[in-house]
């Protein structure tokens, strides 16, 4: 196994209030990493700061590393539009594109990268809607708007976006929060499907959904990384006090 | 944070369009005062005061716009200023849902007819109205007010000030009745639930609430009537005379722009134009800017 | 004696209630009665050659305002030219890096810009254009139309490209798209349907000024399309026959004023149409 992305000491901010204290933690390559937490622990602030989303809050700082494949993403030679095509992102409430079609928003990213051959596209546009298990429901319509698909299939909507630029990492920020049991079902399986082509980390409040879907797991506690283990370990045998209250329900 | 080349240039790009208005504005002022230079150095201040307007004997004084423009836009507000703010009731409090809608957009269609359509029906159908209907009566009723004095002639200044109250109507109304709809429902309620009735409610609870609003709107639909050119121009008759009877033609500032710019002939008489020009700027500025200023308190509207 | 002061205060009550009733009767009735009258004095004065023909001498029967539609969809098109790009890019400005102090001072300004009395815009751009060209042109009176236009415009962008949400742009931003294009093709993008609108609407405005057109595009009796030669527009030709003692001229004026209006309200509520429906993000 090699480490694909390593932080180190990372801290952020919003203005004058701290979010993250002192993050290190190494994420393994084609694997799914969970983060749970309780509401504001800092676990969503935690996989903005991995692709550089973070900073276009205003007032949003960091300090720290963030190693992707040995490299640091905040070095001041790092662009971070090339971070995040390295490393994709989806967020927690749907967000196609409004305005465009099915077909044009999982093109979008291609396009926006300076791809403009058609079969090229196309290919790349099949390919990731397939991948995100979302061909059959949507193969009439793909030139219909992407806003008239239900929820679920919004949100696989926008996982076929992030593939279609071919990240080598996809950061999940509570993908399944806003959706049904079933669609949550289709995109815990989705993610395990892929997981040999990407390194995912995923964000959840769902405690049950991180022991399903992942293999490292980490808590996170008013913006402190308490425990970082394997997830049956985690799950099973929490080397922390406060972790296992979290797990056991006791807070949170 | 680093920036890319081409996200600066596009922020260059858009503050350079940004800075046109600046630039655009610095042009206004700068060329409003140097194109009033000829004017402002013969005649100075009494140039507000004098009553003479005389391109012949190259004598120019701007007295009886002010007092036109001034008049008609305050007989303009006292006939708008109810019905404005009836509509406006009507409207946030009144009128069943099904038929509010459509009400208002009737309302704001109002505000969107152009001027010129409102000079042509004032000439046309109001101004005869006026004279036929209206005068004869106010002056065989009313004789005694030096108000009511003088042939009715169907155009001067109070049907200048009829059609200037119908285009500012709108304008009141819409904003007034937005900003009584920002006022929570649960002040109404509980003003309701002390046995006060709608009314009460409304000029107690209500209108307290939304007053520097309100007084916005109503100082913004001055400003609008202050600056009309157009439909004025067309009914309020044209002359500059000060006169105490509303039978009797006036000139406003915006009109008499209209009407004299592109045949003034003399430098000085261009000059004075401009200064009129500067004056009108100078007014609307204020008035707008302070309603801006009040309407701005209630988070309705820029 | 409760009962009767209640009975005053319920008297009171439902008095001024009729008269707001009143009040909205009579703003409606206004409405109506302008469209009437132009409705019938106006459809009379149109028949095709009104739409193609020139305008004829008073007295000679006949004749259009086609120089005039000509004219006036010319000194609208200029004005737009320049205030589009203009107010969509300062819109841009103040909506995407307006996170400083010289936004709001912007945002001030336009609202100054937007204050200012049309026939002041007009004497304006006749020291601006006029005066240096040393004679009225379309150019002119599309200048001073664009005065009016820009602070419309660059309002009314910011707004709406300030409403697209920002999970938008992150969803943008993170499938590793430049800045620049985020805005370009993606916010602006999602905007442009209601900047559309606004142009619309603003365009309508501007189309039915006449004030800031009396001496800049000036008036021709013939067929303009030169930007450099005074040119005819609608507006000032109904002034124009409004204020002639004619009655065909009169009638004209009706004539274009029934084809301005009908203009102006479809752009009116087809924008209203469009602003229901288009904020369903």
């Given at each position: 196994?090699?480490?694909?992305?390593?932080?180190?000491?990372?801290?952020?901010?919003?203005?004058?209030v701290?979010?993250?204290?002192?993050?290190?933690?190494?994420?393994?390559?084609?694997?799914?990493?969970?983060?749970?937490?309780?509401?504001?622990?800092?676990?969503?602030?935690?996989?903005?700061?991995?692709?550089?989303?973070?900073?276009?809050?205003?007032?949003?700082?960091?300090?720290?590393?963030?190693?992707?494949?040995?490299?640091?993403?905040?070095?001041?030679?790092?662009?971070?539009?090339?971070?995040?095509?390295?490393?994709?992102?989806?967020?927690?409430?749907?967000?196609?594109?409004?305005?465009?079609?099915?077909?044009?928003?999982?093109?979008?990213?291609?396009?926006?990268?300076?791809?403009?051959?058609?079969?090229?596209?196309?290919?790349?546009?099949?390919?990731?809607?397939?991948?995100?298990?979302?061909?059959?429901?949507?193969?009439?319509?793909?030139?219909?708007?992407?806003?008239?698909l239900?929820?679920?299939?919004?949100?696989?909507?926008?996982?076929?976006?992030?593939?279609?630029?071919?990240?080598?990492?996809?950061?999940?920020?509570?993908?399944?929060?806003?959706?049904?049991?079933?669609?949550?079902?289709?995109?815990?399986?989705?993610?395990?499907?892929?997981?040999?082509?990407?390194?995912?980390?995923?964000?959840?409040?769902?405690?049950?959904?991180?022991?399903?879907?992942?293999?490292?797991?980490?808590?996170?506690?008013?913006?402190?990384?308490?425990?970082?283990?394997?997830?049956?370990?985690?799950?099973?045998?929490p080397?922390?006090?406060?972790?296992?209250?979290?797990?056991?329900?006791?807070?949170? | 944070?680093?920036?890319?080349?081409?996200?600066?240039?596009?922020?260059?790009?858009?503050?350079?369009?940004?800075s046109?208005?600046?630039?655009?504005?610095?042009?206004?002022?700068?060329?409003l005062?140097?194109?009033?230079?000829?004017?402002?150095?013969?005649?100075?201040?009494?140039?507000?005061?004098?009553?003479?307007?005389?391109?012949?004997?190259?004598?120019?004084?701007a007295?009886?716009?002010?007092?036109?423009?001034?008049?008609?836009?305050?007989?303009?507000?006292?006939?708008a200023?109810?019905?404005?703010?009836?509509?406006?009731?009507?409207?946030?409090?009144?009128?069943p849902?099904?038929?509010?809608?459509?009400?208002?957009?009737?309302?704001?269609m109002?505000?969107?007819?152009?001027?010129?359509?409102?000079?042509?029906?004032?000439?046309?159908?109001?101004?005869?109205?006026?004279?036929?209907?209206?005068?004869?009566?106010?002056?065989?009723?009313?004789?005694?007010?030096?108000?009511?004095?003088?042939?009715?002639?169907?155009?001067?200044?109070?049907?200048?000030?009829?059609?200037?109250?119908?285009?500012?109507?709108?304008?009141?109304?819409?904003?007034?009745?937005?900003?009584?709809?920002?006022?929570?429902?649960?002040?109404?309620?509980?003003?309701?639930?002390?046995?006060?009735?709608?009314?009460?409610?409304?000029?107690?609870?209500?209108?307290?609430?939304?007053?520097?609003?309100?007084?916005?709107?109503?100082?913004?639909?001055f400003?609008?009537?202050?600056?009309?050119?157009?439909?004025?121009?067309?009914?309020?008759?044209?002359?500059?005379?000060?006169?105490?009877?509303?039978?009797?033609?006036?000139?406003?500032?915006?009109?008499?722009?209209?009407?004299?710019?592109?045949?003034?002939?003399?430098?000085?008489?261009?000059?004075?134009?401009?200064?009129?020009?500067?004056?009108?700027?100078?007014i609307?500025?204020?008035?707008?800017?302070?309603?801006?200023?009040?309407?701005?308190?209630?988070?309705?509207?820029? | 004696?409760?009962?009767?002061?209640y009975?005053?205060r319920?008297?009171?009550n439902?008095?001024?209630?009729?008269?707001?009733?009143?009040?909205?009767?009579?703003?409606?009735?206004?409405?109506?009665?302008?469209?009437?009258?132009?409705v019938?004095?106006?459809?009379?004065?149109?028949?095709?050659?009104?739409?193609?023909?020139?305008?004829?001498?008073?007295?000679?029967?006949?004749?259009?305002?086609?120089?005039?539609?000509?004219?006036?969809?010319?000194?609208?098109?200029?004005?737009?030219?320049?205030?589009?790009?203009?107010?969509?890019?300062?819109?841009?400005?103040?909506?995407?890096?307006?996170?400083?102090?010289?936004?709001?001072?912007?945002?001030?300004?336009?609202?100054?810009?937007?204050?200012?009395?049309?026939?002041?815009?007009?004497?304006?751009?006749?020291?601006?254009?006029?005066?240096?060209?040393?004679?009225?042109?379309?150019?002119?009176?599309?200048?001073?139309?664009?005065?009016m236009?820009?602070?419309?415009?660059?309002?009314?962008?910011?707004?709406?490209?300030?409403m697209?949400?920002?999970?938008?742009?992150?969803a943008?931003?993170?499938?590793?798209?430049?800045?620049?294009?985020?805005?370009?093709?993606?916010?602006?993008?999602?905007?442009?349907?209601?900047?559309?609108?606004?142009?619309?609407?603003?365009?309508?405005?501007?189309?039915?000024?006449?004030?800031?057109?009396?001496?800049?595009?000036?008036?021709?009796?013939?067929?303009?399309?030169?930007?450099?030669?005074?040119?005819?527009?609608?507006t000032?030709?109904i002034?124009?026959?409004?204020?002639?003692?004619?009655?065909?001229?009169?009638?004209?004026?009706?004539?274009?004023?029934?084809?301005?209006?009908?203009?102006?309200?479809?752009?009116?509520?087809?924008?209203?149409?469009?602003?229901?429906?288009?904020?369903?993000?």
């Open positions: 196994m090699t480490k694909k992305l390593i932080i180190e000491h990372l801290n952020a901010w919003f203005g004058s701290q979010a993250l204290k002192d993050i290190n933690l190494n994420i393994e390559e084609n694997s799914v990493t969970a983060v749970i937490g309780p509401s504001g622990c800092g676990k969503t602030t935690f996989v903005r700061c991995l692709n550089r989303i973070h900073e276009v809050v205003d007032n949003a700082r960091i300090s720290g590393k963030v190693l992707l494949d040995g490299e640091d993403i905040y070095a001041s030679t790092s662009d971070p539009v090339l971070v995040r095509r390295r490393i994709g992102m989806v967020f927690q409430k749907p967000n196609p594109f409004p305005t465009m079609s099915i077909f044009d928003n999982v093109a979008a990213g291609i396009r926006l990268n300076g791809i403009k051959k058609k079969n090229e596209i196309a290919d790349a546009v099949e390919r990731s809607i397939k991948m995100a298990a979302l061909w059959d429901e949507v193969k009439d319509k793909l030139y219909k708007s992407a806003t008239a239900s929820g679920g299939q919004q949100q696989r909507l926008c996982i076929a976006r992030t593939i279609a630029v071919e990240p080598e990492v996809i950061l999940m920020d509570e993908p399944a929060s806003a959706l049904d049991p079933i669609s949550t079902a289709h995109i815990e399986e989705l993610m395990q499907q892929i997981k040999d082509k990407y390194t995912i980390v995923i964000v959840t409040h769902n405690m049950q959904q991180a022991a399903r879907v992942s293999d490292y797991t980490g808590f996170f506690l008013l913006g402190e990384l308490i425990e970082f283990s394997k997830t049956p370990d985690m799950f099973t045998n080397g922390d006090k406060r972790t296992e209250d979290y797990i056991t329900g006791r807070f949170g | 944070m680093k920036r890319r080349i081409s996200d600066r240039l596009l922020k260059l790009i858009s503050i350079s369009f940004a046109i208005i600046l630039i655009l504005i610095i042009g206004i002022v700068y060329e005062i140097d194109g009033s230079m000829l004017s402002i150095n013969r005649f100075g201040w009494r140039f507000l005061v004098t009553s003479t307007w005389d391109p012949v004997k190259n004598v120019f004084g007295m009886p716009f002010i007092f036109g423009t001034m008049v008609s836009s305050i007989i303009a507000l006292i006939i200023l109810p019905i404005s703010m009836g509509i406006a009731i009507f409207l946030s409090e009144l009128a849902q099904k038929i509010r809608p459509s009400v208002s957009l009737m309302i704001e109002l505000a969107a007819i152009p001027s010129i359509i409102y000079g042509l029906w004032g000439l046309f159908v109001m101004a005869p109205f006026l004279q036929i209907h209206v005068e004869p009566l106010l002056g065989k009723y009313l004789w005694f007010l030096p108000l009511f004095k003088g042939a009715p002639l169907g155009i001067g200044m109070l049907a200048g000030g009829l059609i200037l109250s119908i285009m500012i109507i709108p304008t009141i109304a819409s904003i007034t009745r937005d900003i009584l709809n920002t006022v929570p429902t649960l002040y109404k309620e509980a003003g309701l639930a002390l046995g006060m009735t709608r009314w009460e409610v409304m000029s107690k609870i209500v209108f307290p609430h939304a007053r520097s609003g309100v007084i916005g709107a109503i100082i913004l639909g400003g609008r009537a202050l600056g009309e050119t157009m439909a004025i121009t067309m009914v309020i008759g044209n002359a500059p005379m000060i006169s105490a009877s509303l039978f009797s033609p006036s000139y406003t500032l915006a009109s008499v722009i209209a009407n004299e710019f592109s045949e003034a002939v003399s430098q000085l008489y261009i000059s004075s134009l401009i200064e009129l020009a500067l004056l009108l700027f100078i609307s500025m204020i008035f707008n800017a302070l309603a801006r200023l009040l309407v701005r308190r209630e988070k309705v509207l820029q | 004696m409760k009962s009767l002061r009975f005053k319920r008297t009171i439902n008095t001024i209630f009729f008269l707001s009733y009143a009040s909205a009767v009579i703003g409606v009735a206004i409405l109506l009665l302008i469209l009437l009258y132009t019938i004095k106006g459809a009379s004065a149109i028949n095709l050659d009104f739409f193609i023909k020139l305008p004829r001498p008073t007295g000679v029967p006949g004749g259009g305002i086609a120089n005039a539609l000509v004219g006036t969809f010319m000194v609208v098109g200029i004005a737009s030219a320049i205030a589009i790009p203009v107010g969509v890019m300062a819109g841009i400005y103040l909506s995407e890096f307006g996170n400083n102090k010289f936004a709001p001072f912007i945002r001030y300004l336009a609202d100054v810009l937007n204050s200012i009395p049309s026939i002041v815009t007009g004497v304006v751009a006749y020291v601006f254009v006029v005066l240096p060209m040393h004679r009225f042109s379309a150019l002119a009176g599309g200048v001073a139309l664009s005065i236009m820009i602070p419309i415009i660059t309002r009314t962008s910011e707004e709406l490209i300030r697209v949400p920002d999970t938008i742009r992150e943008a931003l993170a499938l590793g798209t430049p800045q620049w294009k985020v805005i370009i093709f993606i916010v602006l993008r999602t905007a442009a349907a209601g900047i559309a609108t606004g142009v619309m609407l603003a365009v309508a405005r501007v189309g039915g000024e006449t004030a800031p057109l009396l001496f800049t595009a000036f008036n021709n009796s013939f067929m303009s399309v030169r930007p450099d030669q005074p040119i005819s527009t609608m000032v030709l002034y124009n026959y409004a204020s002639s003692p004619y009655a065909d001229w009169n009638a004209m004026a009706w004539g274009a004023a029934f084809v301005l209006i009908v203009i102006v309200l479809i752009a009116n509520i087809v924008s209203k149409i469009f602003t229901k429906t288009k904020y369903a993000l």
